[in-house]
């Protein structure tokens, strides 16, 4: 059995900085790929920052810029560095691991509020 669990949720003012993580424990003994996915209220998932298990790392472009996605592979952990945040990234994000068998666990989801 898989668990990713997440940090603990974050209400911040529009411009300010958050960070996420997310650690991988069980019985997954290597990883190929971590990912950010985020929904909104009525909106579909939105994959947005991946991760590859070599350091390379891709970004949609509604977050390029101010989001960095990085990782501990010895933990595998997973982390989100989010800085000037807007409004619109409100949403619930969740992570993402595929194991070296490409089998994709998710984690509980951490609810992000950007409000003043």
């Known amino acids: 059995q898989v668990q990713l669990v997440e940090s603990r949720r974050g209400l911040v003012q529009p411009g300010w900085s958050l960070t996420l993580s997310c650690a991988a424990s069980g019985s997954i003994f290597s990883i190929n790929l971590m990912g950010w996915y985020r929904q909104a209220p009525g909106k579909q998932r939105e994959l947005f920052a991946t991760?590859?298990?070599?350091?390379?790392?891709n970004y949609a472009d509604s977050v390029k810029g101010r989001f960095t996605i990085s990782s501990d592979n010895a933990k595998n952990t997973v982390y989100l560095q989010m800085n000037t945040l807007k409004p619109e990234d409100t949403a619930v994000y969740y992570c993402?691991?595929?194991?070296?068998?490409?089998?994709?666990?998710w984690g509980q989801g951490t609810q992000v509020t950007v409000s003043s």
């Open positions: 993402s691991v595929y194991s070296g068998t490409w089998r994709e666990y």
């Open positions: 991760i590859t298990s070599g350091g390379m790392t």
